[in-house]
C-alpha cells in the first residue's frame, strides 16, 4: 500500500499532536480523544470540526497501520518538507527521461545491460535517473511501473469413480494470455514502450469519492498496463499479451467429489512485469461405477443374500473398491434393505482416515422353486400359518 505525495506533505504526526516516535498506545489514545471532540455527531453544522475530524481520520489511518507508517516515515525523509517531488513530467512525459530497465528489470531486455535506453537531461546521471530514482519512485505517488497478477484460468476435468476415490495425477491443457514473445511482453515491436501520461505509470487513476475518501480505477488510456506502445507489436496489438497454450500434470486429491472445485494457486495465468501468476480453478466430474456408490466419505453396495441367509445368519463376503473382500455378519432374522458398516473402507478424508463401506442388504426371492426345495418351503408355509407378518400393519391403520 503506497502513501500519496498530498499525505507526504502533511505533517500527520502534528495532526494528532503526538512526537514522531510515540508508541502505538499513545497514537491510539490521541485519536480517540481527538475525535471524540471533534466528531461530527457532537459538532452538527460545524464544518471546520466536519474537517478537522477528516484529518485526523486520514492521519489515524496511516500511522496506526506499522507498514503506512514506515513508508511514510521514509517518504517524508527523502522528499517531504518541501524537498524533491516527482511531477507529472517524471517517467519521460515531458519533465525528464529515464532509463527503461527501472520499468522492466530485466537483463538484457530494454533499458537492462546492453539494452537501449534514453538519454537527455537525465544523462548526466550515468546510469540514468531510473537508476539513481528508481527506489523512490517505487514509494508513495510514485512512476514505477507496476507489476499485474496474472488472469485466473477454469478448467474441467473427469474422472472415473476409482480415481475420485484415490486421486490421479491428469495432463490439463490450457489456453491463456502470457507475455507476448515477438515483443517479450512490452506491448512494443521496438521494445520501448512509454510510460502512461495519464496514470504516470500505475496503471490506475484516482477519484474522490466523497467524505474524505478517493477511489481508484483503471487508467483507460493504458488500459491499466501504466505503459504505451508507441509501436504496436503486430501479434498483440500493443497489449503485451498473446495467446498461449500450455499442458501440465496435475494432482487431483483422493476423496474429491462431483462437481468440486478444485483451487491451484499460482498455476493461472502468468504475471506481467514481475507480477504473481494467477490460480488455476478445476470443476471435477465423477462418473459412475457400475457396483458401488458414495455418500460423502462413504462408499455404498447393495448385497444380494438367500431367503435362508436372511433368516437364519451367518457370514457373507462383501467386495471393496480396489481391495480384497470383506466378511461381515449377517444376523439372524436380516430383514431386506437393512444396511451393515464395514469400518475403513470407504473413501478417504482430508485428515488421511477413510469412510466407511456401507453394505445394503437385499433379499434375492428365486423366480421357480423346484423339487425338494419347493416342499420345503410347502412346510414353511404350513408351520407358519398362524403367523400373519401384515397383522400389526392393520391394527395401525385402524388407529390412525
Avoid at 460545524?46 to 516515515?73: G, P, Q, T, W
Avoid at 507496476?146 to 476409482?162: A, H, K, M, W, Y
Avoid at 490450457?174 to 496503471?203: E, F, I, L
Amino acid at each position: 500500500m503506497s502513501i500519496s505525495r498530498d499525505l507526504l506533505e502533511k505533517d500527520l504526526y502534528k495532526v494528532l499532536g503526538v512526537p514522531k516516535d510515540a508508541t502505538d498506545a499513545e497514537i491510539k489514545k490521541a485519536y480517540r480523544k481527538l475525535a471524540r471532540e471533534f466528531h461530527p455527531d457532537a459538532n452538527k453544522g460545524d464544518a471546520k470540526a466536519e474537517e478537522r475530524f477528516k484529518e485526523i481520520s486520514e492521519a489515524n489511518d496511516v500511522l496506526s497501520d506499522a507498514k503506512r507508517r514506515k513508508e511514510y516515515d521514509e517518504g517524508r525523509a527523502l522528499f517531504g518538507n518541501g524537498g524533491f517531488r516527482p511531477g507529472p513530467g517524471a517517467g519521460g512525459t515531458g519533465g525528464f527521461n529515464f532509463d527503461l530497465g527501472d520499468l522492466f528489470g530485466g537483463a538484457g531486455g530494454p533499458g537492462g545491460p546492453g539494452g537501449p535506453t534514453t538519454s537527455g537531461q537525465g544523462g548526466g546521471f550515468g546510469g540514468g535517473l531510473g537508476d539513481v530514482f528508481g527506489g523512490l519512485f517505487n514509494r508513495g505517488g510514485g512512476t514505477r511501473v507496476q507489476p499485474r497478477r496474472g488472469q485466473d484460468i477454469e478448467s474441467e476435468v473427469t474422472l472415473s469413480f476409482t480415481e475420485a476415490v484415490d486421486g490421479a495425477t491428469v495432463p490439463l491443457r490450457m489456453s491463456s494470455q502470457a507475455p507476448c514473445k515477438a515483443c517479450s511482453g512490452t506491448g512494443d515491436k521496438n521494445g520501448t514502450p512509454r510510460v502512461c501520461p495519464t496514470c504516470v505509470g500505475t496503471g490506475q487513476v484516482s477519484r474522490g469519492g466523497g467524505g474524505g475518501f478517493s477511489l481508484t480505477d483503471p487508467c483507460v488510456d493504458c488500459k491499466g498496463r501504466g505503459l504505451i506502445a508507441e509501436s504496436p507489436c503486430e501479434v498483440c496489438h500493443g497489449s503485451g499479451r498473446a495467446k498461449s497454450s500450455r499442458t501440465m500434470q496435475v494432482r487431483i486429491p483422493a476423496g474429491v467429489t462431483d462437481g468440486q472445485r478444485i483451487r491451484l494457486r499460482g498455476k493461472g495465468a502468468p504475471g506481467e512485469r514481475g507480477g504473481p501468476a494467477g490460480d488455476l480453478y478445476v470443476v471435477v466430474h465423477v462418473g459412475r461405477h457400475s457396483v458401488f456408490g458414495r455418500k460423502d466419505a462413504n462408499l455404498t453396495v447393495t448385497v444380494p443374500v438367500s431367503f435362508t441367509e436372511a433368516a437364519l445368519g451367518g457370514e457373507i463376503k462383501v467386495p471393496t473398491l480396489g481391495g480384497p473382500p470383506v466378511t461381515l455378519k449377517l444376523p439372524a432374522g436380516t430383514p431386506n434393505g437393512r444396511t451393515l458398516r464395514a469400518r475403513g473402507k470407504g473413501a478417504l478424508r482430508k485428515d488421511g482416515s477413510r469412510g466407511d463401506l456401507l453394505v445394503t442388504i437385499e433379499v434375492a426371492v428365486p423366480d421357480r422353486t423346484e423339487g425338494e426345495a419347493l416342499d420345503a418351503l410347502e412346510a414353511y408355509r404350513e408351520a407358519t400359518a398362524d403367523t400373519d407378518p401384515r397383522a400389526e400393519l392393520f391394527k395401525a391403520a385402524k388407529g390412525a
